[in-house]
């Protein structure tokens, strides 16, 4: 190999500096190729949304160190035809839950270590294999063993712009004016997720004449302004999914708008009631565990008015849910609580009377689906239905939190960028923008990090054989 | 009265930057409770899941438990730049200050932990050295030929024996008496478990440094996000070491009083094998420590120990180079002038020792039995059991 101070000629221009950027960076560079990185941020904000990851979504037909039992390729492939409502591509999802089932020694191999379960995570021992302190410090290990390797990395470098030769890549335009050419390139850029103003356009004006997203509050970078997604779509790349699908949950309203990340979530929702603003509850908070459905809860609160809803708890469930990071608004009776909350106390009152009636004598138990339900109220609440009697009584304050969005450049299985449904032979793509042709919507834990280690894989080796000359 | 006014002055110091130091325990702590990605990277982390808020005895629990690795820095999305700022290692290394300083016996020396830096130590063991070679002096000259290695000509036996007894003995007591106070603060009755057990992992942990391992065997941090086992490797040398260095004292001792056989021994002889080895591992460990220390990312530690780093560091380097210095040329004229030096370093380490780094191996040890029993007991917080 050359060394990387040596390139002349960059035989492989990677776009992004997140996971999937990195594990294209680190295919291309074992294969053979000349890598230079491009991230946007600076070096201490490194890896996009994927310092705030912490597992992969994998596959296994019997018990592989961190991961318990068995998670056949078919189980995985329901999960995700029944979180996407069939918005998917069972070709590309089967391909991503294939690779899933045997990339980790890869990654191992380039310093990513794998933990048992977190406390508060046993639901996924089975399904998820966990980072050894999260997705920050797979990043820094890739980022080291790229380094090792030769990969070269400019940090605070934004792509303005691709330019193109038809559908072929020629070179990328930095914000500065520069021009970087490459004989291949990877994009691996994230949605657009942070971009306020798309968020804004995507999500539109509601029936109450509001602009929902504009009280979104992003878990994620500040990097991901969608720059290239857009510019794809001007150059007329192929584009799949709805720019208002993305993976969004309910998340403490008090959070900073930008990288909140895991700690910012609230636990409680099954363990008590939640109200919108008018004092109304919406939905039943106890459908199923909370980490089976914190992730239709954002969209369920985007859709109240003002987008924000509250999570009610008393007493009895303190030390029964993950902590939250801030605390909650106290108070000794509900009708204080909903006075300190600024919802109308009048409705409350009437919700949370007619909800504690409605709770049947059952045996509480937050561990498994329990028989404490609601008789004869509009939401059911269908298991942890215990009367809020007991005070102190709790109040957390919840915002949609978008992770990240799902519109994506449409491709196949060789990860090329398509231009009216042909492949280019020297530009692909990777990650969040292109995870929407297996995420059309909805969501479940670990399946971001498959679909970009999947395709980031696929993206870098494909774009050092288009690079040196060689078949895929 | 300006010294007491000034003690006073700095235990009162002390006393605030506890009450700061210990509140921002709590406030990370809360914002690492509900994240939790570095759980297993060591023990803090689990131990920090069986609570839910963090009080004074709290922080020094954990702050002792914590043994710097800083892997959880690197690998925190909430460490600066980020506006959560969480740092855990700096935070926790500052508590262990205020541990040794609340903790130190009698309480009113607690204080020279803020200044038991390399300037004390040398201070107090070059004052001893000047102070012997000065008695030296008194009887006649410094260089004596024909001595042929005759120590106790130089200072007798009896009297070496009661000086460094006594110093080591109150050195011992005040540490015994400080780690005994610090462990009823932090530990509340509970369930009673198998002591054996708990004793045995705790004993491991400690004689491993399973702790600097990172969790993955990689080994901790010390400049970057890059893992060293190096850090792991001095310890061992050091502690091995100074163990070394301490048998060697205790057979000499047994030598002395139970078969009547004094100093010098032969090069042969087991004191001298076990003391030169030791001495050797007190020379490349401290060496290797103060490599890494100065190469040390200031994001990991807390600025304000380096002195007292430094000065343990510099006083274990110096206690054993002029020990091996000694032995080498024990029969030559320059014995007196090198016993006089090394027995002023030796001084010098004893008297410092309740008051200087010393103490962290003590309190982490106690931190880390704490650990292993509490472990052992059912979680209180039943957090996220689904």
């Known amino acids: ?456 894989r696929i993206a870098g080796t494909r774009a050092a054989a288009a690079a040196l000359g060689r078949p895929a | 009265m300006a010294a007491i006014e000034d003690l006073t002055r700095l235990a009162l110091d002390a006393e605030r930057e506890l009450e700061t130091n210990a509140a921002e325990v709590d406030r990370i702590l809360h914002i690492c409770n509900a994240c939790r990605y570095c759980e297993s990277f060591c023990a803090v982390f689990p131990a920090m899941t069986r609570r839910l808020d963090f009080n004074v005895a709290d922080a020094h629990y954990l702050a002792n438990l914590c043994h710097n690795c800083s892997a959880c820095l690197y690998a925190c999305q909430y460490a600066p730049p980020h506006e959560f700022g969480v740092n855990v290692p700096k935070t926790l290394a500052q508590v262990r200050r205020d541990t040794y300083v609340e903790y130190a016996f009698p309480k009113s020396l607690g204080v020279l932990y803020r200044r038991n830096g390399l300037t004390v130590a040398m201070a107090v063991s070059l004052g001893v050295a000047a102070f012997l070679i000065g008695a030296i002096l008194m009887q006649g000259s410094l260089f004596v030929h024909g001595l042929e290695g005759q120590f106790y000509v130089i200072f007798p036996h009896n009297l070496l024996a009661v000086l460094f007894g006594a110093a080591f003995g109150f050195s011992v007591l005040a540490l015994a008496i400080g780690v005994i106070r610090f462990w009823r603060q932090v530990s509340e009755p509970g369930k009673p478990v198998p002591l054996p057990n708990a004793a045995g992992e705790a004993a491991r942990a400690v004689l491993t440094l399973q702790y600097l391992d990172g969790g993955h065997r990689d080994g901790c941090n010390n400049e970057d996000d890059a893992f060293t086992l190096w850090r792991r490797r001095f310890h061992h040398f050091t502690f091995y070491g100074f163990m070394l260095c301490f048998a060697s004292t205790s057979v000499a001792t047994l030598y002395h009083y139970l078969f009547a056989m004094e100093a010098p021994y032969p090069i042969l002889s087991l004191p001298v094998l076990l003391g030169t080895a030791g001495g050797i591992g007190l020379l490349i460990g401290p060496a290797g420590l103060f490599w890494l220390n100065i190469r040390r990312n200031p994001m990991q530690a807390d600025e304000t120990q380096k002195t007292m780093d430094r000065g343990f560091i510099a006083l274990l380097f110096f206690v054993s180079l002029t020990g091996l210095a000694l032995l080498a040329w024990r029969d030559t004229a320059a014995m007196p002038l090198l016993l006089a030096v090394h027995l002023g370093f030796v001084m010098g380490f004893f008297l410092t020792l309740p008051y200087g780094k010393f103490a962290h191996g003590i309190f982490r040890s106690a931190a880390l039995l704490k650990y292993a029993i509490e472990k052992r007991r059912p979680n209180p917080v039943q957090a996220g059991g689904e």
């Open chain 1, 1 to 456: 190999m050359t060394r990387s101070e040596d390139f002349i000629v960059i035989d492989v221009l990677v776009i992004g500096g997140g996971n999937a950027a990195l594990c294209a960076a680190l295919m291309a560079r074992e294969a053979g190729a000349s890598v230079l990185m491009l991230e946007a941020s600076p070096k201490e904000w490194r890896g996009g949304n994927s310092q705030h990851t912490r597992n992969l979504r994998c596959m296994h037909d019997a018990p592989q160190d961190v991961l318990v039992e068995a998670y056949p390729e078919e189980e995985y492939w329901q999960d995700l035809l029944k979180v996407t409502g069939g918005e998917t591509s069972e070709h590309l999802a089967r391909l991503v839950i294939r690779a899933s089932s045997n990339c980790r020694d890869w990654m191992r191999r380039h310093g990513v270590r794998f933990q048992p379960p977190l406390s508060g995570a046993l639901h996924v021992a089975r399904t998820n294999a966990f980072f050894m302190g999260g997705g920050k410090a797979l990043v820094n290990a890739y980022y080291r063993s790229a380094q090792t390797l030769g990969v070269r990395v400019r940090y605070e470098t934004p792509v303005a712009g691709i330019v193109l030769d038809g559908d072929r890549f020629v070179g990328a335009r930095t914000e500065s004016g520069e021009l970087i050419t490459a004989r291949a390139c990877v994009l691996a850029a994230g949605g657009f997720e942070s971009n306020r103003e798309w968020l804004r356009e995507a999500w539109g004006r509601n029936d109450r004449g509001e602009w929902p997203a504009d009280n979104f509050l992003i878990r994620g970078t500040r990097f991901n302004q969608g720059v290239l997604l857009k510019d794809m779509m001007r150059a007329g790349a192929d584009m799949i999914g709805d720019p208002s699908q993305g993976h969004c949950v309910a998340i403490d309203a008090r959070a900073p708008l930008y990288d909140g990340g895991i700690c910012t979530r609230i636990d409680c929702v099954s363990l008590g009631v939640v109200v919108n603003r008018d004092g109304e509850r919406f939905y039943d908070e106890g459908e199923d565990f909370w980490p089976k459905r914190y992730a239709i809860w954002g969209r369920l609160v985007a859709q109240q008015p003002g987008q924000i809803g509250y999570s009610i708890i008393d007493r009895k469930v303190i030390g029964r849910f993950m902590p939250p990071v801030f605390p909650g608004i106290t108070a000794n009776s509900l009708p204080e609580l909903a006075t300190r909350l600024g919802v109308p106390v009048e409705v409350f009152m009437r919700t949370l009377d007619s909800y504690n009636a409605a709770c049947r004598p059952g045996t509480f138990n937050h561990t498994i689906l329990d028989d404490c339900r609601t008789e004869g109220v509009v939401p059911a609440k269908t298991h942890w239905a215990l009367p809020i009697d007991t005070p102190p009584f709790y109040g957390y304050a919840l915002r949609p939190g978008i992770t990240f969005t799902y519109l994506s450049l449409k491709v196949d299985d060789t990860a090329a960028v398509r231009f009216g449904n042909k492949p280019s032979s020297n530009l692909f793509v990777a990650g969040e923008m292109m995870a929407g042709n297996v995420l059309g919507k909805g969501y479940t834990a670990g399946v971001g990090m498959s679909i970009g280690t999947a395709f980031g």
